[in-house]
């Protein structure tokens, strides 16, 4: 099972939306709703920001959205803040009972 | 709110066996929810290990399962990770983690693992 794929980077200026793509198989995003998505500061753990595709935990700001169509997952941050700037990564539970997670995506705001 | 603490050797000799515990405190490792390990390779992303109810039930992840146990104290209240077989490949920051409804939702701070003679 490979990792699902995502950009390496994305870049965008304060106040613009961008989206992170992640691209699995119909083996996991194609067939699960269990689309997950962490943003991880430098040397600290990630965080959960997107469960079962599109739902914010209580408490996170709705710039954060999530969406699926067929294997391809997305997450879009509008309204891009200084703070953004961290890696996301994607995750899938798979049809082998495991989970998997994507290559990663440094976001920079410019 | 949940608190996850990863302890053991940060220095494992290759061919040896890497052993994590993680104390949970804040909640039940009895309570409904599935415990995982995460980790992480320096400068590089995140890899799902495994993950363990409190009844012992166990998933892996198939590129690790030959090497790898985890187990559950329920009287400790913590849950353990032990890799055997280790090379350099599997210097990494090591994660423990709670599961939430298929995500992990909770997440340790971490403990850097490295292999080396």
């Known amino acids: 099972q490979s990792a699902l794929t995502q950009p390496a980077s994305v870049s965008g200026s304060p106040g613009q939306s961008i989206t992170i793509s992640c691209t699995g198989t119909s083996s996991d995003i194609g067939t699960h709703n269990y689309v997950s998505w962490y943003q991880q500061y430098p040397g600290k753990a990630p965080k959960l920001i997107i469960s079962e595709v599109s739902n914010r935990p209580s408490g996170l700001s709705n710039r954060f959205s999530g969406s699926k169509s067929g294997n391809t997952a997305s997450l879009t941050i509008s309204g891009l803040q200084a703070e953004d700037e961290a890696d996301y990564y994607c995750s899938s539970y798979t049809s082998s009972t495991f989970y998997v997670f994507g290559t990663g995506t440094r976001v920079t705001v410019l | 709110q949940v608190q996850l603490q990863e302890s053991g050797p940060g220095l494992v000799k290759p061919s040896g066996t890497l052993s994590l515990t993680c104390a949970v405190s804040g909640d039940s490792i009895n309570s409904d929810s599935w415990w995982s390990w995460v980790r992480q390779p320096p400068g590089k992303g995140l890899e799902w290990i495994g993950e363990i109810y409190h009844d012992g039930r166990s998933n892996y992840n198939p590129s690790l399962k030959s090497r790898v146990a985890i187990l559950v104290d329920k009287s400790k209240n913590q849950f353990s990770l032990k890799l055997t077989a280790v090379t350099a490949a599997d210097s990494a920051v090591y994660y423990c983690?709670?599961?939430?409804?298929?995500?992990?939702?909770?997440w340790g701070q971490g403990t850097l693992v490295i292999v080396s003679s």
């Open positions: 983690a709670r599961n939430g409804w298929y995500c992990v939702d909770e």
